[in-house]
């Protein structure tokens, strides 16, 4: 697991969000007189593993600390459908204006955190681990890894700047695999290098050139079985392009370390919650 502090700009993306949904004021909120108090319960419609809750605790203190935020349920924890997770108590004008953003990341990160679960699930009982990759919603890089996290499955490189990916683009912009990965060892001795291959030729040319991890790019089973005699523990390998839930326990009796993708975080859909408001006598 690398060490990453996916809460780093936890801050600045909330008030990001708050700056693009309030503006320069809630209008409708305002209509409320602003003593008045009320409480709210958050509910989940469905079942789901609870992640986001930094965010969504952020939203609330940036838009008024005041407001007490009591959680019923663990962060990465799972939930039944119709189940509280959470009660809100404080000015009623502050909670709803407060809302939208707080649910947004709380849905958002929960969907990504459900479905990492469900993929993790089924490699749970070998060695091959589910990775993530950088197919994210812009501006939501660290708190969907964080979600992939807490779902239980692994992230891969965080951005550009921590490892190298060596994929088809640069293979032929460098001249060769042995030519990307020779100038990566000479620029970056100290990082992790991964080649994309979309053969077995290529998987040997990776291999001679030392790359650390070899990505098998929409292989069939038979090529991925052929890629694992070859390389013969001498580099990690990865698995990556078209990967359905349904397939994950076969693709990882082919004995590769990782599988990879962009579904656990670009097609996930929102956790359906809902705001249950009461006012205060």
């Known amino acids: 697991m690398k060490n990453i502090n996916y809460f780093d700009k936890l801050e600045q993306t909330v008030t990001t969000a708050l700056a693009e949904d309030i503006g320069n ?94 993929y993790a699930k089924q490699l749970a009982h070998c ?41 088809e683009n640069h293979i032929m912009s460098a001249g060769g695999i042995a030519e990307a990965v020779a100038t990566a060892k000479q620029l970056y001795p100290d990082v992790t290098i991964e080649v994309e291959t979309e053969n077995l030729d290529e998987v040997q040319q990776a291999l001679d050139a030392g790359a650390d991890i070899i990505m098998l790019d929409n292989f069939s089973l038979q090529m991925m079985h052929e890629a694992v005699a070859l390389v013969d523990g001498n580099a990690k390998l990865e698995v990556s392009g078209n990967v359905e839930l349904e397939q994950l326990s076969e693709l990882a009796k082919t004995g590769v370390d990782y599988i990879s993708s962009g579904a656990l975080t670009k097609h996930v859909k929102a956790i359906d919650l809902s705001m249950r408001f009461k006012m205060e006598t």
């Open 127 to 167: 060695h091959t681990r589910m990775l993530d990759t950088r197919k994210t919603i812009p501006g939501l890089r660290l708190a969907q890894k964080y979600a992939v996290y807490c779902g239980g499955a692994d992230n891969h490189r965080i951005g550009l700047y921590d490892a190298i990916l060596i994929k």
């Open 25 to 118: 004021g809630d209008l409708t909120a305002s209509l409320i007189n602003e003593q008045t108090q009320a409480t709210a319960d958050i509910v989940c419609r469905e079942n789901a593993v609870i992640c986001g809750r930094p965010w969504f605790d952020e939203v609330f203190r940036q838009v008024d600390p005041q407001i007490h935020v009591e959680w019923l349920c663990e962060e990465g924890s799972q939930v039944a459908a119709d189940a509280t997770i959470c009660r809100l108590s404080g000015s009623a004008r502050n909670i709803l204006t407060a809302e939208r953003s707080a649910l947004n990341f709380l849905q958002t990160l929960s969907a990504t955190a459900t479905v990492s679960a469900l």
